[in-house]
């Protein structure tokens, strides 16, 4: 099903694209046809159809949504962050993410550091925690890119695009240079400064989604007494 737009009369009408299709569309929407190509709609027994015209500034609002539509879509959307736990803010943003772009590339960050208060959970099982967050039809458009700490945050980001690079060669993008990225974050404090490490990505930063954060689920999770954790 395409959308086309008429000019100059700016009206949008569903064009088939095979003749069953043509039949199914009549099935679908009995007034199929709009516009000067109206009498070329199949019809089907026993029904007759008329050609109808939109207004145009119902057309216009109706062509400006979708073109805003299409044009907040990007191929791929990255989210960084460490997700010590995973928590409802980073899910927000993992939704925002997927609602943004076909496909979406998690960094996680401090992969390969040894358990500690600060980094209790491995690469592994954030990925999982995410990953198990998701309903199934999304979890194939979700890509998981652990990245180690460098303690200096030039060579940190330079890793980050190599990695994403590579990753969307192996996910078959012919030219990654090409595809339209997104990057995915929120300016919590000074930590948050690392999203300005990327300008050649278009940065969608959001608001504070929830009044979740990590820290204070950490601290209460060691805190708890053992088998009361929640």
Request: proline share 8%; aromatic share 10%; net charge positive.
């Amino acid at each position: 099903l395409l959308f086309v737009l008429t000019a100059p009369c700016a009206l949008i009408w569903p064009t088939a694209t095979s003749p069953a299709q043509s039949v199914r569309l009549r099935q679908i929407y009995p007034l199929w046809s709009i516009g000067p190509y109206a009498h070329h709609a199949p019809r089907l027994p026993g029904r007759r159809v008329r050609p109808i015209r939109l207004k145009i500034n119902t057309c216009a609002a109706y062509t400006s949504a979708s073109s805003s539509f299409f044009q907040s879509m990007y191929d791929t959307a990255i989210l960084i962050g460490r997700f010590q736990p995973v928590h409802n803010g980073h899910l927000a943003l993992l939704r925002d993410a997927l609602a943004a772009a076909r496909q979406v590339i998690v960094v996680l960050g401090s992969a390969h550091a040894a358990r500690s208060p600060r980094n209790p959970f491995t690469w592994q099982e954030r990925a999982a925690l995410l990953h198990g967050a998701l309903p199934e039809s999304d979890q194939a458009r979700v890509h998981m890119l652990p990245i180690r700490d460098y303690f200096d945050e030039a060579r940190w980001a330079h890793a980050v695009q190599a990695s994403v690079h590579d990753c969307l060669v192996q996910q078959g993008e012919p030219s990654p240079e090409r595809t339209k990225i997104c990057l995915i974050g929120h300016f919590k404090d000074a930590t948050s400064g690392y999203l300005r490490s990327f300008p050649h990505w278009e940065l969608r930063a959001l608001a504070r989604q929830t009044d979740t954060d990590a820290t204070p689920l950490r601290a209460a999770y060691f805190s708890a007494a053992p088998g009361h954790a929640q």
